[in-house]
């Protein structure tokens, strides 16, 4: 590894799944404008490009958006740094820029513009500080890491303790910042970012496995459902069973496998949960993590089946929580907020 090198942050969409880290690649949209490495390397070139392509776009955000495309194109060198946060499986991909951009027509996710990476890890969020995920929840497509550059450089090469020395200054760093609007969509969305890092970390370091079955029961309790957790010797491979009726006689009774980790589940870890099922017997498996794909393709095809991940966990904690009792409350405080419900810019 370099010295001293530049660490990027770069953010994609939920939908695009695993394929940038199957494909070797990250990668920016702006569709209508075609192939971008066709525009001339300059920033007014950009911005003249990206008003005509997109004529309703406001004019605070087109320097900010023309300095993502010429910063993705004409900044980034061979041997960068790249740090991806995933919004599918909620995992900070760390890698190292190849130094090659291109366009790429036929992109399934119309991110047409990719920079080839040779990808050195992948890991929970848990495992980094809350102020360095803030970082790295920039609501810019392209952003510096600067803060804690060595935070995410230390993930990939243990040897890396201490402060690096701080970059040059970037002149147009003022230009790049987002407009109003586009700054309070951030903030709301960065809010809600902050409440799922915090529940689910206080549930990794809160609680062992089986006490995070006990608070799974509890919740389903919460949503109207009778629930007991089963035996630890003997759960074979079913953690809770809940069901709708007091005595628990009538289907459909559920049967819950429930994993306090934030690594990805796979199909095999469903599959025993599926060969517990009866006649009448639905499946339901919750983690804090994300599942992979064969797992996700699982589900789809059996309809028994139901996935929980971290995110969607989260949501049932908060649609829950005035529910909870008094000791949940408590390894969980929170406060209700406005934020406001803008459209995504």
Known sequence: MANNPTVWGVHMGAHVGDRPIDGGYVGI????????????????????????????KKAGAIPVDAGSMFKFLHEIKAGDIVVYPSKADRMVNIGRFKGSAEYVANDPDDYLTH????????????????????????????????????????????????SLPSIAADPYEAEDTTDDDTATVAASLQAEANTSDFVIKRLMTELTGHQFEDFMAHLLECMGYT????????????????????????????????????????????????????????????????????????????????????????????????????????????KQIYVPDLPKV
Request: glycine letters at 8%.
């Open 29 to 56: 949209g702006w569709d209508k404008m075609g192939d971008l490495t066709q525009i001339a390397p300059d920033r007014e070139a950009f911005k003249a490009a990206l008003a005509v392509a997109y004529p309703d």
């Open 115 to 162: 920079q080839h990476v040779e990808w050195l890890g992948h890991f929970p969020r848990n495992e980094f500080s809350q102020s360095a995920l803030n970082e790295i929840g920039s609501f810019l497509t392209m952003f510096r890491i600067k803060r804690h550059k060595t935070e995410f450089l230390g993930k990939i090469d243990p040897s890396i303790k201490t």
């Open 227 to 334: 629930a007991r957790v089963t035996p630890k010797s003997s759960d074979g491979g079913v953690d809770v069973i809940a069901h709708m009726d007091a005595l628990g006689l009538q289907p459909p009774i559920i049967k819950v496998q429930c994993k306090r980790i934030t690594s990805p589940i796979g199909i095999a870890e469903v599959n025993q949960l599926l060969g517990t099922l009866g006649e009448g017997e639905f499946g339901l498996f919750v983690c804090l993590g994300s599942y992979t794909r064969p797992a996700i393709e699982l589900e789809r095809n059996r309809s028994k089946l139901r996935l929980i991940d971290g995110e969607q966990f989260v949501e049932m904690v908060l649609e829950n929580y005035g529910k909870l009792s008094p000791r949940y409350r408590t390894l969980l405080p929170l």
